[in-house]
């Protein structure tokens, strides 16, 4: 994702040669109430990356937020002329969805994992303090259109709990603190990185991403942190291995794992059912008595 001078853009401004992003634009090249020409190309191009058409919906809709902010009712009915849908379908998956937004988004989203892990690690009090920082609620976005602000579920990123994720780069291992320093220095224009490397950009410029338009910046930043990589780290200094794996001769493959899963039960069932047979114990109970 791609960053314009100080790591700030603001909401409106220009993504795209020759196409301004701004809702209800009447720049030249827009066509009266709807999508600009620009844009409808882009969304047929998406199309045609799967086999059926009707598959390119999501990252179609991300293409509608990178230009209109969020899923306005006039890309909702351009998804759906250009899918052969109807503009009930077409809501019926922006409104699945929580990362599809009904409402205009600020340039920075800042969502707050307050899920179990995140939660008891801090996040509940990082989202709290936001809130009062911001002056702001839940889904809601700060007057300047800088911040909007929302809790969010899981991000598979507990081992750094608690998680800020802003414009779906991650911010690792908050505290009230520093989240309040982040979403100050996003106001600010401050040029802010992801804890793992990556500089932010604008939540446009990352739902332009997300819609499958590369900004060439998905390598930077590590694959995988210390943190993650710990497990494996100590399992390879004890030498251990997965079940199923070099010492059992499997391949520790998941149908190996199950393979064996199974027989072990039938061995063990078997086992069972001779000892009772061995023992002269009654079975008049029946032998699923016998667990
Ligand atoms: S609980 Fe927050 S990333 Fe998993």
């Known amino acids: 994702?791609?960053?314009?001078?100080?790591?700030?853009?603001?909401?409106?401004?220009?993504?795209?040669?020759?196409?301004?992003?701004?809702?209800?634009?009447?720049?030249?090249?827009?066509?009266?109430?709807?999508?600009?020409?620009?844009?409808?190309?882009?969304?047929?191009?998406?199309?045609?990356?799967?086999?059926?058409?009707?598959?390119?919906?999501?990252?179609?809709?991300?293409?509608?937020?990178?230009?209109?902010?969020?899923?306005?009712?006039?890309?909702?009915?351009?998804?759906?002329?250009?899918?052969?849908?109807?503009?009930?379908?077409?809501?019926?998956?922006?409104?699945?969805?929580?990362?599809?937004?009904?409402?205009p988004v600020g340039d920075y989203h800042v969502g707050v994992c307050t899920n179990t892990l995140c939660a008891v690690m801090g996040g509940d009090a990082i989202f709290e303090r936001l809130k009062d920082h911001l002056d702001i609620g839940n889904d809601e976005t700060t007057e300047d259109g800088k911040i909007t602000l929302e809790h969010v579920e899981c991000n598979a990123a507990c081992d750094y709990a608690p998680v800020v994720m802003v414009n779906w780069e991650f911010m690792d291992n908050q505290t009230p603190e520093s989240a309040t320093t982040l979403v100050d220095d996003l106001r600010a224009g401050a040029e802010v990185r992801s804890t793992r490397g990556p500089r932010i950009c604008t939540w446009r410029e990352a739902e332009r991403v997300l819609a499958g338009f590369p900004d060439d910046r998905a390598d930077e930043g590590p694959a995988a942190g210390p943190a993650t990589l710990l497990g494996l780290r100590i399992a390879k200094e004890r030498g251990w291995t997965a079940p199923g794996g070099e010492e059992s001769g499997g391949t520790g493959s998941p149908a190996d794992t199950k393979q064996q899963a199974q027989d072990t039960s039938y061995s063990d069932r078997a086992r069972s059912e001779t000892d009772i047979e061995e023992s002269g114990a009654d079975t008049a109970g029946g032998k699923d008595d016998v667990k």
């Open 1 to 103: 994702m791609s960053t314009e001078g100080n790591g700030v853009v603001s909401t409106g401004s220009t993504t795209r040669a020759g196409s301004t992003t701004r809702a209800g634009s009447t720049t030249p090249g827009i066509a009266a109430g709807g999508l600009d020409e620009a844009t409808l190309a882009e969304l047929r191009e998406i199309t045609t990356r799967y086999p059926q058409p009707r598959s390119a919906l999501l990252p179609m809709l991300h293409l509608v937020q990178s230009v209109e902010g969020r899923v306005t009712s006039r890309g909702i009915e351009a998804c759906a002329d250009i899918l052969g849908l109807s503009a009930a379908e077409v809501s019926g998956v922006a409104t699945f969805y929580t990362m599809y937004k009904r409402r």
